[in-house]
């Protein structure tokens, strides 16, 4: 079967950083990515990781490991409005691409 | 703004009723996707259609129709709902081939 795993709340203060872990379970990954929700908003596209390694957006970035079936978003320099639920994502090329979403992790940011 | 409507945000409805749900994409894609997000879970997929062909049903009861007249408008029809059947319905749109969805804003659904 598929599954993802990433933790369900994740508290930080503003300016540090935080890493949200993603850990996934597929037959045939394709590729991850990240989606940032705000309370009452859509799910908005963050990143996306195909391949091994770092991809750096701003103040967002996301990792993947494809043989340790783990990634990662990290978060630096960490804003009130960063507060949100963060979704990790696998694109799973069983079934004609089908993408299955993780069960999000909240982010709260303290003053 | 991400380009994908959805009507109406907020939906009561009785168990007998039957009603639907509009999503209206303006960003030119070819896929279009339902997606039911309850509280504390995983966002499921409902239904995906590529190029106004059905290529996934999620086993989703019958009570949900999807319908999608063309690429650019999706439908949720809805009837003998069940109170469990609560929850966001997000509809989502994607260029085939690129992995990055984008989504509306969702219908928040009561059914009492």
């Known amino acids: 079967g598929q599954s993802l795993e990433q933790p369900s709340e994740v508290t930080a203060v503003e300016g540090a950083i935080v890493q949200i872990n993603c850990t996934y379970q597929?037959?045939?990954?394709?590729?991850l990515s990240w989606y940032q929700q705000h309370d009452g908003g859509a799910p908005t596209f963050l990143s996306y990781?195909?391949?091994?390694g770092l991809e750096e957006t701003g103040r967002f970035s996301s990792f993947l490991s494809r043989s340790d079936s783990y990634g990662y978003l990290l978060l630096q320099e960490l804003q009130m409005k960063d507060s949100a639920s963060y979704f990790c994502?696998?694109?799973?090329?069983?079934?004609?691409?089908?993408?299955?979403f993780g069960a999000g992790t909240r982010l709260f940011v303290k003053a | 703004e991400t380009g994908v409507t959805q009507t109406p945000r907020h939906l009561v409805m009785g168990m007998t009723n039957k009603k639907s749900l509009k999503c209206e994409q303006h960003?030119?894609?070819?896929?279009m996707y339902w997606y039911k997000q309850s509280a504390k879970k995983p966002l499921e997929l409902m239904f995906v259609?590529?190029?106004?062909?059905?290529?996934e049903n999620n086993s989703v009861p019958s009570r949900f129709s999807p319908e999608c007249p063309n690429s650019s408008h999706l439908f949720l029809h809805l009837h003998t709902l069940q109170p469990e059947d609560s929850a966001l319905y997000l509809c989502?749109?994607?260029?085939?081939?690129?992995?990055?969805?984008?989504f509306g804003p969702g219908t928040r659904l009561t059914v009492t």
């Open positions: 989502a749109s994607s260029q085939d081939g690129r992995n990055e969805q984008y």
């Open positions: 597929t037959s045939g990954f394709y590729g």
């Open positions: 990781n195909a391949l091994d």
């Open positions: 994502a696998v694109r799973d090329r069983t079934g004609g691409f089908k993408t299955i």
């Open positions: 960003l030119g894609h070819n896929a």
């Open positions: 259609y590529n190029f106004k062909e059905q290529t």
